[in-house]
């Protein structure tokens, strides 16, 4: 009995350290040639990708289901509530009409900011997202055959989302502009100040991201519209970001920066815009 | 140990949708339970190290390929937490359902503070008040949550094909020994 267990020990840690060597031989290789797993990370996609595509599938059944149980009362109070709302939109429906043509007047100016209004567009459903419960990163379910590469931009309620950063056959990555490695290079609609929106998770828990390197002689004020720029190598110019608030000087007193809201609400994403076109391609039109 | 392995196999798979697709959908305070190391630290104290560690290095290059940057690093901590996790086995009581509890909630803590250490603190962000408040606390509490259930599952799961093991090997014993494939047969996984 005592022999047996001395192998039995002797035999798990050769297991154990050889595992420990291959994983960081792993990282040594990956970290080395990045682009080396891509075949098999692909091909893990399209593993998983159908069974991930059922879930959602179910999921969305059920809650669908559960969704008709919901109280008639409630409904009535809805129906109530959605009146009001409906006559205030009405009134705001006006106000809109005014601002287009001031929009439109805008994008006279900047003709470049129609372009992804004209850019093919494909719908993607999410089907999984971060394990880790952030809303940083997560996969749809168009990939190469959809004709979707590497750097499109995704977009959701009119305002970015991120960019599509790995793509496999029926799948591919989206990275969210509010995770911590992302940053947007921006530009104020009105005043065509540049800027650089930094994600954060953390701040986006208070419903936030960061906008930082504003012109200190900017004159922008709360509510005012963030783009992407023109000078992005990978974002095409004029998509919404979202508002800004907060507007103060930075601790160096050499540029201002303030609070972002996104005009997406990435906790509650179902299906997100990929647009066909590239930067690159669109150096060449011009 | 082929059966139990191909059994294994597909636990995995089923843990892997299980925290990338259904529980993403029944999210609580914005964290998923860690399905993965309630499989990893189970196996750990029902099968012993070698099954844990093979099952988090298989786990984690799941992971790895499918979300992570770099290839290799959820699998180096996942392999850790299981062979750690695998010592547990030689108090293993096939009754017992609160030490493994204990043993998960446990793992899910080393879990988050390797990860803290090399997502958060490798990228300059020492925050640890907040990853501590923000995902730590909610992700264990909720992973033993989940255990409850899983662990029972995984547990009555094992205990089957380990009877049907048994029972082949004993029927076949005598010839094995004859060969001398005894060896071999025990330093498999």
Redesign the interface.
């Known amino acids: 009995m005592g022999r047996n267990k001395k192998k039995f020990e002797l035999s798990s840690r050769l297991v154990f350290s050889l595992l420990i060597m291959v994983s960081v031989g792993l990282i040594v290789v990956s970290y080395l040639f990045s682009d080396i797993f891509s075949p098999v990370k692909s091909f893990m996609g399209d593993f998983f990708v159908p069974m991930q595509k059922g879930i959602a599938i179910i999921g969305g059944a059920i809650s669908d289901k559960i969704q008709i149980f919901e109280d008639k009362q409630k409904l009535i109070e809805e129906n109530e509530k959605l009146t009001n709302e409906l006559n205030d939109l009405k009134l705001e429906r006006q106000t809109l009409i005014s601002e287009k043509y001031e929009l439109s007047w805008y994008r006279d100016i900047y003709e470049n900011d129609t372009v992804y209004q004209t850019a093919q567009k494909v719908v993607a459903k999410i089907i999984s997202r971060n394990p880790n419960g952030a809303c940083d990163v997560f996969l749809v379910d168009k990939g190469a055959d959809d004709g979707i590469e590497v750097n499109m931009n995704v977009l959701a309620n009119g305002g970015l989302v991120g960019l599509v950063t790995e793509t496999g056959k029926n799948w591919s990555k989206v990275r969210t502009i509010i995770a911590d490695e992302s940053a947007v290079s921006g530009r104020f609609r009105i005043t065509s100040d540049t800027c650089i929106v930094k994600g954060s998770l953390k701040t986006m828990d208070m419903g936030y991201i960061d906008v930082e390197m504003i012109n200190l002689n900017a004159e922008v004020y709360d509510n005012y519209e963030v783009v992407t720029s023109y000078i992005s190598d990978k974002y095409l110019p004029g998509i919404l970001i979202g508002y800004v608030s907060n507007i103060r000087n930075d601790a160096s007193e050499l540029n201002k920066r303030a609070y972002l809201s996104p005009v997406v609400d990435f906790e509650h994403l179902e299906a997100v815009i990929i647009l066909k076109a590239q930067r690159e391609s669109l150096e060449g039109i011009e | 140990m082929i059966f139990k392995s191909i059994v294994i196999l597909i636990e995995i798979?089923i843990s892997?949708?299980l925290?990338?697709?259904?529980f993403?959908?029944l999210?609580l305070a914005?964290?998923?339970p860690?399905v993965?190391i309630i499989l990893i630290s189970s196996l750990g104290y029902i099968a012993?190290?070698?099954f844990a560690?093979?099952t988090?290095?298989v786990c984690?290059?799941?992971?790895?390929?499918?979300?992570g940057g770099?290839?290799?690093?959820f699998?180096?901590i996942y392999?850790?937490i299981g062979?750690v996790c695998?010592f547990s086995n030689r108090i293993y009581d096939h009754e017992d359902y609160t030490l493994p509890l204990f043993i998960i909630g446990l793992s899910e803590l080393a879990y988050n503070i390797l990860?803290y250490l090399l997502f958060y603190v490798l990228?300059g962000?020492l925050?640890f008040a907040?990853f501590s408040i923000?995902?730590l606390l909610p992700?264990v509490i909720y992973t033993v949550l989940v255990s409850v259930v899983l662990y029972r599952l995984l547990n009555f799961n094992y205990n089957i094909f380990e009877k049907i093991d048994r029972h082949k090997k004993d029927k076949s014993e005598e010839v094995i020994d004859f060969k001398g494939f005894d060896f071999i047969g025990?330093?498999g996984?």
Do not use: E, H, M
Not at chain 2, 19 to 22: A, D, K, Y
Not at chain 2, 60 to 67: E, P, R, S, V, Y
């Open positions: 798979i892997y949708l925290q990338t697709s259904v993403t959908g999210r914005d964290v998923v860690d993965f012993g190290p070698n560690a093979v988090g290095f984690g290059l799941i992971l790895d390929l499918t979300f770099l290839v290799g690093v699998a180096l392999t850790v062979f695998g990860y990228k962000n925050d907040y923000r995902y992700r025990r330093r996984l």
